[in-house]
């Protein structure tokens, strides 16, 4: 992050008064990387009436973030940069530092002079990769600081030091305590940091994931088996190290394609790793053994199901829950497209027509689940063709992606209607299903040949 060429702070600056740069935006500053989200401390005047005025002034939109609180948001006109604006607790520099969550997010900075504020040794925690909780008492006094911690290990790829470990443990059950919409926000943010898979192995040993995640309470149930070499838990972290994996050394146009932001305010890769966590939540209400066989017959549909109802209660959008759920609902497609008796030109299609925007985040979590299962069954050379096939799905979902374009719409819902002399119905709603399968199947491709399949159908 380099301060004299962030307009933000150019804009900042040019107001005149007194102004702190805070938190992650400092400790940003000091790492070099680029901030797009300010926190600052506005001294003298009403953080209220400055953010209005500053957003006045900069064609930017203006939110109330927190009233009680006095924190107020401004968006500024590009829709990527913006500012969270507050005056300091009781007007005291000193006394908001002491207030907050990690040493990490306690230094300020002086926006005029440059002149940084380090009550807590918060830069030196900073170059030693520690994160470290300023007080148990400002944990307690907001328990979402807990899964900050450990967001901001998962993100930065920090340790969390021995003492704030025992205080986030000993106080993870006041984790029912925030709202699920702030929880929400914490757990991708979380998934979206390359040490997610580590960190959730912490947050268990600490009590977090049941509290945060009761379906795995029953995934915890079920053991390796010759399939698996980990037991379901750990087969399930695993399938988020790998994810990990796969996106670091990936084509460009995976990595690219998982960085995108379209929904959810995270990237795509932070809910398919939440996907994969979660891609087997269902194998436990499925579970048969016969002999040494362990089989979950239709645990991808169930999972989905659960997931469902889950994500709803936890009020995530429906955007979030409807990728979540394809993905876990067809998390084993991918595989089975490259295992058909003739894989050709025509297969491919169909997957890639049914996987739409999303044939690439599901060859990556079945490639995922592939690594993660290794048990005396699986041999190497198992691994090796199931990677091998689905890396040839990937290329030619890549090459062929350019020149794709949406499947035509080749009767409605009336013209249906008239052909068959019905009502609205589900007998209706049957054959609109039908016709786009045969379309998928590159059986009807004009509208003739649609009139004709639904003349002909017998059903």
Not at 337 to 354: G, H, L, Q, W
């Given at each position: 992050m380099n301060l004299e060429n962030d307009f933000v702070i150019n804009r900042l600056r040019q107001t005149g008064c007194k102004i702190y740069l805070v938190g992650g935006t400092v400790r940003d500053f000091l790492t070099g990387k680029i901030n797009h989200d300010k926190d600052i401390i506005i001294c003298g005047r009403s953080a209220c009436e400055f953010a209005k005025e500053f957003a006045d002034n900069n064609n930017a939109s203006f939110i109330v973030l927190d009233k009680i609180n006095n924190i107020y948001r401004v968006v500024m006109e590009d829709k990527i940069n913006y500012v969270d604006i507050t005056?300091?607790?009781?007007?005291?520099?000193?006394?908001?530092?002491?207030?907050?969550?990690?040493?990490?997010?306690?230094?300020?900075?002086?926006?005029?002079?440059g002149e940084i504020t380090d009550l807590l040794s918060g830069r030196k925690d900073i170059e030693a990769g520690i994160i470290r909780a300023v007080s148990e008492k400002n944990i307690i006094d907001d328990p979402l600081r807990i899964m900050r911690a450990y967001r901001f290990a998962s993100v930065l790829g920090f340790k969390i030091e021995d003492n704030t470990g025992k205080i986030l443990k000993k106080h993870a059950g006041l984790m029912s305590i925030p709202a699920v919409e702030r929880i929400n926000t914490e757990i991708l943010k979380l998934f979206g940091g390359k040490d997610a898979g580590k960190i959730l192995l912490e947050m268990d040993k600490n009590g977090l994931i049941d509290i945060l995640f009761p379906v795995m309470i029953d995934v915890k149930k079920v053991p390796s088996n010759t399939h698996h070499h980990l037991d379901l838990f750990h087969h399930s972290i695993e399938t988020v190290k790998q994810i990990q994996n796969i996106y670091e050394n990936g084509l460009s146009e995976l990595r690219s394609h998982l960085d995108c932001v379209d929904f959810g305010g995270e990237t795509r890769l932070a809910h398919l790793k939440l996907a994969g966590f979660l891609h087997d939540i269902g194998k436990f209400s499925t579970?048969?053994?016969?002999?040494?066989?362990?089989?979950?017959?239709?645990?991808?549909?169930?999972?989905?199901?659960?997931?469902?109802?889950?994500?709803?209660?936890?009020?995530?959008?429906?955007?979030?829950?409807?990728?979540?759920?394809?993905?876990?609902?067809n998390h084993i497609y991918?595989?089975?497209?490259?295992?058909?008796?003739?894989?050709?030109?025509?297969?491919?299609?169909?997957?890639?027509?049914?996987?739409?925007?999303?044939?690439?985040?599901?060859?990556?979590?079945?490639?995922?689940?592939?690594?993660?299962?290794?048990?005396?069954?699986?041999?190497?050379?198992?691994?090796?063709?199931?990677?091998?096939?689905?890396?040839?799905?990937?290329q030619y979902y890549i090459d062929i992606k350019p020149s794709l374009r949406p499947l035509p719409k080749l009767l409605s819902g009336n013209e249906i209607m008239e052909l068959r002399g019905l009502k609205p119905s589900r007998e209706l709603g049957g054959l609109i299903k039908k016709l786009h399968e045969a379309q998928l199947d590159g059986i009807v491709q004009t509208k003739e040949d649609a009139i004709r399949y639904i003349q002909l159908d017998k059903s």
């Open positions: 005056n300091p607790v009781n007007n005291s520099l000193e006394e908001d530092i002491k207030r907050r969550d990690l040493t990490i997010n306690s230094l300020a900075m002086d926006l005029t002079t579970w048969t053994i016969e002999g040494e066989r362990h089989r979950f017959i239709k645990h991808d549909e169930v999972g989905a199901d659960i997931a469902k109802t889950m994500l709803l209660k936890q009020k995530f959008s429906k955007k979030q829950i409807e990728y979540i759920c394809f993905i876990i609902r991918p595989s089975a497209v490259i295992s058909s008796p003739a894989v050709n030109d025509k297969i491919y299609m169909r997957y890639i027509r049914r996987a739409g925007d999303c044939a690439l985040d599901l060859i990556t979590i079945a490639k995922a689940d592939r690594l993660s299962a290794r048990g005396i069954e699986v041999s190497d050379e198992m691994v090796g063709n199931n990677i091998s096939g689905l890396e040839k799905l990937e």
